[in-house]
């Protein structure tokens, strides 16, 4: 079974850009289906972006045009990359299948400050 770590959440200003990073261990050769899930305050979680297992790429509308998700399937990782950061975007934020048929990580906080 696949378990992930993500990491490279931190504080930024509005408008601010952060990199984050997700290391899968187990099956992970065939790359598959991954994506980024966020939990914001008094909020449940939300897929935000997400990669099936040929590439095709899909994204909320909240995050749309500023988030792009990728990955390196011989690192077996999967990145967000997040720019043009706003308040909202203040989380936790997990990889996991767009299911969640994994185990949750830790996940990684994102604060963005105004």
């Known amino acids: 079974q696949v378990h992930v770590v993500e990491s490279g959440g931190g504080l930024v200003q509005a408008g601010g850009s952060l990199r984050l990073s997700c290391i899968a261990s187990?099956?992970?050769?065939?790359?598959?289906?991954m994506g980024w899930h966020r939990q914001t305050p008094g909020n449940q979680r939300e897929l935000v972006a997400s990669m099936s297992r040929l590439g095709r790429k899909d994204y909320s509308e909240s995050v749309k045009g500023r988030f792009t998700i990728s990955r390196d399937i011989a690192k077996s990782t999967i990145y967000l990359e997040m720019n043009n950061l706003t308040v909202e975007d203040t989380g936790v934020y997990y990889c996991?299948?767009?299911?969640?048929?994994?185990?949750w990580g830790q996940g990684t906080q994102v604060t963005v400050s105004s």
């Open positions: 996991n299948h767009p299911e969640g048929l994994l185990p």
């Open positions: 187990g099956r992970f050769s065939d790359g598959p289906a």
